[in-house]
């Protein structure tokens, strides 16, 4: 018979393939479940093509023989090889010369033969090498043995994610003399030698690699440091994968001069509208005065001395999505000690908070409207006694957005809150305020002008040790009258960088009034508690230029510009009782620029109307125009309070060779909050990043080493020294 002929006797055929793929890595099986994964493949009742150039039967001894390029092929799986046997009489079956079974996600088996014993469905593959490309990972044997339906056991065998060319040394591999696989899970092997190129380098007694994507419980890699303040250290965490929507890490951290931490990370996933995670770490300190005297130079920074030597944070992040627009959230986090962060925070901006908060909500949102009720905590980390704080347990807020009034021409529009306020020290109660508002707008044109009409209404029960319990309330208003117009226009540029611009103006001048009301002898929770009388013309101006680069393509406001500015009327004829009379108020502007989807720049200030100078500067600005190449810039300028500047760079140096930097600078005290560099190399397979950072209290340096498909298998570092 000759090349392409279809062999006649589809039984055995059937038979062959079936042992073969019995026998072959299968690279869709499913681990999870029990099903032998050979049963995935094969099937009966679909043709199964043979062709070579030369395929015969000898009926005396039952044997099939085909030579010369064979293919064997069914649906998803084709077999190549030069030469094919198969005895039928005692179930033996056999491919040599350039075998190749290929899987429809590309996935392959290469080996210089193969023997299979069909009744047992056992089969033996010499220098094999195995590729699974949706993790893309290569294992190579000098033999690959079945064990099982989904096990192999391998002599010779290494195991590497790196592409490379048959016959050449990938840049690492784990080698051992012996490893055990099982298909879709996990490459397991003792006395394994991790090699760069073909050197071995490190020895490891027990290695076990996942052989899929999916996440596996077990060990990380630890992280190793040193420093004077910690000594040697030690980060070790275990990973727990519960389930596919669930998962948890147990963290173990030792530091020889400093203490002990232990730690869990929850996380769940249960739907699209329902996930969170949780997590809790303590670590005890040997000495916490130790640590207090060794950032004294700093002043603790400004945070209250408040730790001891037990240290704790408990974090939890829920959110559910419910029907009828109703939802809940919640958001606890709760640290021991205003320090915690200065010790334990995981990046820049964990360690720089000034504050966290504790909020849990449940929402009901209508078309026009919404509900909310919460309980709300807050922490000042850098105030020791916090008894003065009042939180809002619980507080409900209702607010309704414009609608007309039935018939008429007028529009309504509310604000409501009820809470209860509660501090270990000062005056508790309850409090409730209702402030809706009318308008009555009219049109002209491209004019609006809005009349508005808001009475208010505050009522409260309050409870002091000093007072006893009283109530109280208070009625009040607020009504003025806003002018406003927009303006736009379209550009037809046609050809060129933009195709369209449009053009947006919004002038506006808006009048308040509120009358004089005593308020001195109500209790005082927040600012809502004090409403000043107001006589204010607040006058402003907003515009935008937006460009699109294509006729389908994204909208960008390349230009967004507003300045505002209010009078005060009061202020003017004296009656603020104002040492001296200033009616005009800092003029406020913002800018934002976006010149570019990779560029974003964004200006906003106060300045005195009066000094001219400058009260408040905020800045930031962030690049990134092409892959691996950024640039962010930030400055915020509060005078007399701050003057802070951050910085970050990543740019490629050459090929896959890339440096940053990152920088926290304060301007007031001139000095450097902390200053990173680092150099990270990218291959397609590995990675290996340099980082030194510069604090006030210790410089120090680390080293991490990944692996494509693996993750860090190596982080250590090590102080300086205390400067």
Known sequence: MTRRNCIGIAACIAVFFAAFIAVSPSFCAEPAKAEPAYTKFFKSDLPIEISGDNVNYDKATDTYRAEGSVVIEQEGIRLTADKVNVDMKNGLASASGHVKIVYKDESFVEAESLDIV?????????????????????????ELKKTG?????????S????????????????????????????FKARGAFFRIKSVPVFYLPYVSIPVNRERQSGLLAPRFSYSKLGGAGVDNSLFWNISDSRDATFYLDIDSKRGLGTGLEYRYFNTANSFGNMRYYNYRESDIERIHKYRADQLNYLHPLSADNDRQRFYFDHTLYGANGLSFKAKLDIVSDDEYFLDFGRNFNEKSLESVESVISVTKAWDRSALVIQGRRFDNLYVQNDSGVASKFPEAMFTMQPHRVWFTPFFMSMDAQAARFDRRAGVEGVRGDVRPEFTLPVYAGPIEFTPFYAPRYTAYKSESAAAGSNTDERLIYETGAKLESTLYRTFELGEG????????????????????????????????????ARSLVTYAFRTILSARLSDKGPRLDVVDFEVRQSYDIREAQGLN?????????????RLHLRPERWATMFFETEIDAYT?????????????PYEGYSLSLNYIFERGVARYGAASALFKLYGNLSAGFTERYSFKGDVSLGRDYIVEYKHKCWSAA??????????????TFSLGGIGEILTAGMGLGSK
């Not at 339906?149 to 065998?157: D, F, I, M």
């Not at 001195?520 to 000043?532: H, I, K, N, T």
């Not at 009782?577 to 502007?589: Q, T």
Request: proline share 7%; aromatic share 14%.
């Open 159 to 186: 195991f590497t994610t790196c592409d490379c060319a048959e016959g050449e040394t990938p840049p690492w591999s784990f080698y051992t003399t012996g490893a055990s696989v099982t298909v879709g899970r996990t």
């Open 118 to 142: 069909m009744k047992d469905e056992t089969a033996v593959f010499v220098s094999a090498r195995v590729y699974y490309k949706e993790d893309n990972i290569y294992i190579s044997a000098d």
């Open 149 to 157: 339906p989904e096990s192999y056991s391998a002599k010779g065998a």
């Open 577 to 589: 009782n104002s040492i001296e009379e200033r009616p005009f108020s800092d003029v406020l502007g």
């Open 497 to 532: 960088r933009f195709r369209r611009l449009g053009h947006m103006m919004r002038p506006s001048i808006k009048y308040s009034y509120i009358p004089d009301e005593p308020q001195g002898d109500l209790p005082y929770f927040d600012a809502v508690d004090r409403v000043e």
């Open 612 to 624: 001219k100078r400058a009260d408040i500067f905020k800045s930031s600005a962030s690049f990134a």
């Open 690 to 703: 340099f980082v030194y950072e510069e604090r006030p209290e210790e410089d120090s340096v680390m080293l």
